[in-house]
């Protein structure tokens, strides 16, 4: 069981939920990098205080690798990845503004509904940030879903990736070291393997943008 107080429990998804508003919200792509950096900072954050009011090593490490990956490593190849390719990531959506402020208002009530209720058993004392992590898992999901741009796209998965593990950490689940350090070694490999997949495909396709892809077709 995680060992934050529901207020700070609270606050910490507070601030995951607002990092994922604003990259629905912003206009560049370092932007949204940046917001997916403070994401997994906080799940960092949280995990290492875990680690140390439990005096679990183990997890210790595991938030050191949270940090490593997640905040350095991660960051620094999609960074790199703008500057390579700076004109052809787009940032744009499928919806305009109003509307995606209308689906994420939609997702975030029917996270809160009663249709959720017995989820609360899961973590009794965290009730409202139980519902927001929740809220966090479906519009991630229409984050990658909206998004035009690969790169968009590709932040999207691993802000979902943090939405789920936020979620698993209140209910309790993030004390298994087994399943964070599986993660932690997809995601290492899913940025190498997407930093060459994305060469590849602007190397074939000429763009990265994935509007302009679906209407490419081979002779």
Known sequence: ????TPQLLFFFETILFASVIFMFLAKKNSTVIFLYLV????????LFYSSFKIHSFLLMGIAILVFIVKVLAS??????????YKSQFSTST????????????????FS?????????????????????SLALVFITIFLIVNRRGVLSQMVGILSLENSIVSFAYITGLEASAGPQLGILFDISVWIGIAVVFASMIYRHFGSLDASV???????
């Open 94 to 109: 499928y919806l305009n503004g109003p509307l995606t402020l209308v689906v994420l208002a939609l997702l975030t009530a």
């Open 1 to 4: 069981m995680h060992t934050l």
């Open 213 to 219: 892809m679906q209407s490419l077709k081979e002779d």
């Open 112 to 132: 809160y509904s009663d249709f959720w209720g017995p989820l609360s058993v899961l973590a009794p004392q965290s009730g409202s940030a139980l519902s927001m």
């Open 39 to 46: 994401q997994s900072l906080v799940i960092a954050i949280a």
């Open 75 to 84: 960051p620094y190849f999609f960074f790199w990845l703008v500057k390579e």
